[in-house]
Nanobody, 120 residues
Framework: QVQLVESGGGLVQPGGSLRLSCAAS????????MGWYRQAPGKQRELVAA???????NYADSVKGRFTISRDNAKNTVYLQMNSLKPEDTAVYYC??????????????WGQGTQVTVSS
């Protein structure tokens, strides 16, 4: 069984920063791409940033230059450093990872989500 556990969300003022973390645990053989998605009320879930196991990154246009995704392969953890936050960044943030388990099962796994609220 595999779990993704996110942490680091909260309330922050516009212009502030937050760092999200997501740790994968369980019967993991390998992890391919990892990413962060977000879903605001009344909107569809959207990709925020993704990173391959080789370190190649991809960002939504709305967060380029403000957010940075990184990963620690030894810890099976992905991070999202969010700077210069705006009210429109308010959403539930979910991490996702493509994981192969020790019994050969491959799937995309999701975390439970962490709330990020940007407000004065």
């Amino acid at each position: 069984q595999v779990q993704l556990v996110e942490s680091g969300g909260g309330l922050v003022q516009p212009g502030g920063s937050l760092r999200l973390s997501c740790a994968a645990s369980g019967s993991i053989f390998s992890i391919n791409a990892m990413g962060w998605y977000r879903q605001a009320p009344g909107k569809q879930r959207e990709l925020v940033a993704a990173i391959t196991n080789g370190g190649t990154t991809n960002y939504a246009d709305s967060v380029k230059g403000r957010f940075t995704i990184s990963r620690d392969n030894a810890k099976n953890t992905v991070y999202l450093q969010m700077n210069s936050l705006k009210p429109e960044d308010t959403a539930v943030y979910y991490c996702s990872a493509g994981i192969a388990t020790t019994i050969g099962y491959k799937s995309n796994y999701w975390g439970q989500g962490t709330q990020v609220t940007v407000s004065s």
